[in-house]
């Protein structure tokens, strides 16, 4: 009788379409947001995370709309992320249907934007995303960094102190990605997702390398997360939501089943 | 049967979910509004929350919604369902934001739950309570119809209810102590949780809510 883990399925998306990568190229089209959303709703997902990847300010109306047109079928937690860098985009994205909106590149730019958006919306509904990589430096120990544009870019921001940063700020909610494992199916990077859950007081999702049942259960077990995100094993049915669930219960993880 | 919902509206973000809910589990029409009069026009009301208690408390008597709620409970004697926020605005006071003054509608209390916050064993545990915990029915009500004793429901708050009296707590969940998932009072229901995100359980409730006389018993 204690809170259970969650398992969050997301979607990419693109213009409309849902999409998943292979470390964000080579994307593949895995349909319609708003049916898959649907789908992981009847499958007992227990939120949804709809990331728009290529946000221009243009498609912001086709985001909203896409939302919105989620939010009306889908009565578990939606996240929406991509493209926010203001309140307005936030207030744009609630007021459209999202529970909670995932804030990025925007909060390395004006750290203060998430302590304006948790003291406007509330902390509940304000995730930071961090996407991080290990960065090893001869003769040093590895440490992870921030970076931004899908991994490409660098900004020398360490990432427990960051996570540690924007809980004070006020964020609700780490989604933690690992860009070095992003699309790799190689696993969650364990390391600086348990560093990161025992460094703050909020919950921390993993993300980033699924690629089994067991990557799942490991990123509660060893990583410390309170929930996992995946997106390609459960878009192209190797997995349903179901069966991720039913294992990590079998491993000793609290589920709602 | 007909079944009109009014949802009010004191401008504190999304309302779109809690009335798609209602839509989804049958009600005839969904008002969303601060408006005395179509509040009026609706046989049952909804008051939802989300964001800091301050704001709320600031737009709920800035736009006259302390008022209307008041008169929907006492006066019209419509079933209320208070959800989240909404719920704890009903209270005396909360500690939130250096303390705010609420509504008073229910005696008691707004509380944090603590920056060490553990469970019995001393394990910590994150604030916000963010994600599906169970909820323990503590009384019989029209509301938990078909709803299992320890069913889940998705909570996110970082502040709980502690009303005066206890025996108004409809059901329990358990985060390193004993909180107020729901409490009940003649025609009014509360939830801590959110059953319009609540998938099949928390649409259940709302169902049970579209049909409910608005007695406890």
């Given at each position: 009788?204690?809170?259970a883990k969650?398992?969050i399925?997301?979607l ?6 849902v999409?998943k990568g292979?470390?964000?190229?080579g994307i593949?089209d895995?349909?319609?947001?708003v049916e898959?959303a649907r789908?992981y ?13 290529t946000?221009s ?8 709309h ?5 939010a009306r079928?889908?009565?578990i ?6 493209g926010i860098r203001a ?7 609630l ?8 804030i ?16 406007r919306f ?17 003769g040093?120990a ?6 931004t544009?899908?991994g ?11 996570a ?5 700020y006020?964020a609700?909610?780490?989604?933690l ?18 560093a990161?859950?025992?460094?703050v ?10 690629g ?5 259960a490991e990123?509660?077990?060893?990583g ?9 094993i459960f ?7 179901g069966?991720?669930?039913a294992?990590?219960a079998?491993?000793?993880i609290?589920?709602?089943? | ?23 989804h ?13 179509e509040?009026a026009a ?10 800091g208690?301050?704001?709320c408390?600031?737009?709920?008597r800035?736009?006259?919604c302390?008022?209307?709620?008041d008169?929907?409970l006492n006066?019209d ?20 934001n250096e ?6 509608t229910v005696?008691?209390d ?9 469970d019995?064993?001393?394990?910590r545990?994150k604030v ?15 509301l938990w ?7 889940r429901?998705?909570?996110?708050h970082?502040?709980?209810v502690?009303?005066?009296d206890q025996k108004?707590v409809?059901?329990?969940f358990?985060y390193?102590?004993t909180?107020?998932a ?9 939830t ?5 995100k ?7 409730l709302?169902?049970?809510?579209l049909?409910?006389d608005g007695t406890?018993?």
């Amino acid at each position: 009788m204690a809170l259970a883990k969650r398992i969050i399925p997301c979607l990419d998306v693109d213009q409309g379409r849902v999409v998943k990568g292979v470390n964000f190229v080579g994307i593949r089209d895995a349909g319609d947001p708003v049916e898959i959303a649907r789908r992981y709703n009847e499958a007992g997902a227990d939120e949804v995370t709809f990331l728009d990847i290529t946000a221009s300010h243009e498609e912001r109306d086709t985001t909203a709309h896409t939302v919105e047109k989620i939010a009306r079928e889908v009565f578990i937690p939606l996240t929406v992320g991509g493209g926010i860098r203001a309140l307005s985009d936030i207030r744009a994205m609630l007021n459209a249907g999202a529970d909670k909106v995932s804030i990025n590149t925007a909060a390395i730019h004006d750290p203060d934007l998430v302590r304006e958006a948790a003291a406007r919306f509330g902390s509940q509904c304000i995730v930071v995303a961090i996407d991080v990589k290990c960065v090893s430096t001869q003769g040093k120990a590895p440490r992870y960094e921030l970076f931004t544009h899908g991994g490409r870019k660098p900004t020398g921001i360490e990432a427990v102190e960051w996570a540690m940063k924007m809980a004070e700020y006020g964020a609700g909610e780490i989604l933690l990605t690992s860009m070095d494992r992003d699309g790799t199916r190689d696993g969650f990077e364990l390391t600086v997702t348990r560093a990161i859950a025992d460094a703050v007081d909020i919950p921390v999702i993993a993300s980033g390398g699924v690629g089994t049942l067991q990557h799942l259960a490991e990123g509660v077990t060893q990583g410390g997360a309170d929930a996992v995100l995946a997106a390609s094993i459960f878009h192209f049915g190797e997995y349903t939501v179901g069966q991720a669930k039913a294992f990590m219960a079998s491993q000793g993880i609290t589920m709602r089943l | 049967m007909n079944h009109h919902v009014a949802v009010i509206d004191y401008g504190m973000g999304n309302l779109h979910s809690v009335a798609s809910a209602m839509e989804h589990v049958g009600a005839t029409k969904v008002t969303v509004s601060h408006k005395p009069k179509e509040i009026a026009a609706a046989d049952r009301v909804v008051f939802p929350g989300v964001g800091g208690i301050r704001d709320c408390m600031e737009a709920i008597r800035r736009l006259g919604c302390d008022k209307l709620l008041d008169d929907v409970l006492n006066r019209d004697g419509k079933p209320v369902l208070a959800i989240c926020v909404g719920m704890q605005a009903l209270m005396t006071r909360s500690e939130e934001n250096e303390g705010v003054a609420c509504l008073d509608t229910v005696q008691g209390d707004v509380r944090y739950f603590g920056d060490a916050h553990c469970d019995e064993t001393g394990t910590r545990l994150k604030v916000p309570h963010m994600g599906w915990n169970t909820v323990e029915p503590a009384i019989d009500h029209p509301l938990w119809q078909g709803i299992k004793p320890g069913e889940r429901f998705y909570y996110v708050h970082s502040y709980h209810v502690v009303p005066a009296d206890q025996k108004i707590v409809a059901g329990t969940f358990e985060y390193g102590l004993t909180g107020c998932a729901a409490l009940a009072r003649e025609n009014l229901f509360a939830t801590q949780f959110h059953p319009e995100k609540s998938h099949r359980a928390g649409l259940t409730l709302l169902k049970n809510f579209l049909s409910w006389d608005g007695t406890c018993s």
